[in-house]
């Protein structure tokens, strides 16, 4: 079942388009994250999940019920969405426990204690609960935030970049231990990310926006594979990009005859490799790879990227460089000549 429908929502602020006709469905207990680039819409998406944006025209629904249509308008505090917006936006006149209080129902004791289980469930040490916010990091900022919203047991997370300005380690750490939290809780969640490691590993489902408009939407792995165009391609990863002749379930291009998921198509096209499906190996060894040379090597500790060049084209102006990842202790230094092979199958981008 699905937990939130947005159906064909558009927002414009003035002459700029916020968010053209996005339809998209986040299914119950799952997480949703939202990756585009900066001024893409994302944040005015949350924003109106949330309550506090209105769309021009369009709908949502949260388990059947009709938060904000042509009609009505469900107000923000009776949603029972918990927000995470960008900033933190801890109220500043209120100290750490105050804020994380501010949601909860219950009094006295209980509440206390709820407040300090609320902490350590987000890695607050205890004896922060008097702080004020202009005190806090902004790391433990946005861990406040987030143990406020949790505080109001929500049925939908919605959670604008709340890792970003937390230090590599504890990102990653917070990153797994939120999943956690949320998912024992079985709330769904939203996320926006800048960080496309980040958005690949939390995602059960990836949205990408670009200019209001919701480019594609999926599994992860699917996105990563199969990217609508080159840009979602790019922006997933690093990708080896090349224009090919497609027949038959093969792509003619610079790397030779390399095999496609074309479902039928026939004709020029774009194409895209992961520098993961492509191999170097020495070129002495049996095989049908093409024949190149390393002319970097940019040795990285458990990984190194090669810079390779083809060196066996008939025509030299057309020269290529590929990028291609190797284990570290293995990868041959730069004038080695090599074999390039590729590993899988090529993606054969739809035509514009
Ligand atoms: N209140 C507003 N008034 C006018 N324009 C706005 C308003 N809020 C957002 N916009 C515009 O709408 C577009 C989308 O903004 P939004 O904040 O949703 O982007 P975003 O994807 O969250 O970007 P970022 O990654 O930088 O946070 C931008 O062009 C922005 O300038
Ligand atoms: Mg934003």
Redesign the pocket.
């Known amino acids: 079942m699905n937990a939130l429908e947005l159906i064909s929502l558009s927002k414009s602020?003035?002459t700029?388009k916020?968010l053209d006709n996005i339809c998209l469905s986040v299914p119950t207990g799952s997480r949703t994250v939202i990756v585009?680039p900066?001024?893409?819409?994302?944040?005015?998406l949350l924003r109106m999940i949330a309550g506090f944006e209105f769309p021009d025209s369009g709908s949502l629904t949260l388990n059947g019920q009709t938060l904000v249509d042509a009609t009505h308008a469900v107000p923000a505090y009776q949603r029972q969405i918990g927000y995470v917006p960008?900033d933190g936006a801890l109220f500043p006149h209120m100290t750490v426990a105050a804020n994380i209080g501010f949601g909860l129902a219950d009094s006295g004791s209980n509440r206390t204690e709820r407040i300090l289980q609320l902490m350590d469930s987000v890695s607050l040490d205890a004896n922060m609960a008097g702080r004020w916010p202009h005190e806090l990091s902004g790391g433990q900022q946005q861990r406040v935030a987030l143990a406020r919203a949790l505080a109001q047991q929500p049925r939908l997370m919605l959670l604008d970049e709340p890792f970003s300005a937390l230090d590599t380690g504890l990102r990653s750490a917070m990153r797994k231990m939120v999943a956690r939290l949320l998912e024992n809780a079985g709330v769904t969640t939203i996320l926006v990310t800048?960080d496309q490691g980040e958005a690949l590993s939390f995602a059960d489902q990836l949205a990408v926006m670009r200019a209001g408009r919701l480019v594609q939407s999926g599994h992860p792995m699917d996105l990563y594979r199969y990217p609508e165009d080159e840009q979602t391609a790019h922006f997933l990863g690093e990708a080896v990009v090349m224009p090919a002749q497609i027949e038959a379930g093969w792509a003619n291009c610079d790397l030779g005859a390399v095999p496609v998921n074309s479902n039928g198509f026939k004709g020029q096209a774009q194409i895209m490799l992961r520098p993961e499906q492509l191999q170097v190996t020495d070129a002495s060894t049996e095989g049908r790879g093409c024949h190149a040379v390393v002319t970097e090597r940019d040795f990285a500790g458990n990984t190194c990227t090669l810079t390779v060049e083809l060196h066996s084209q008939a025509d030299h102006a057309a020269r290529r460089s590929f990028l291609v990842r190797s284990t570290g202790m293995h990868a041959p230094p730069a004038g080695s000549a090599v074999q390039l092979s590729i590993l899988g199958a090529a993606h054969v981008f739809a035509l514009p």
């Open positions: 602020f003035g700029q916020a585009g900066s001024g893409s819409g994302k944040t005015t960008q800048h």
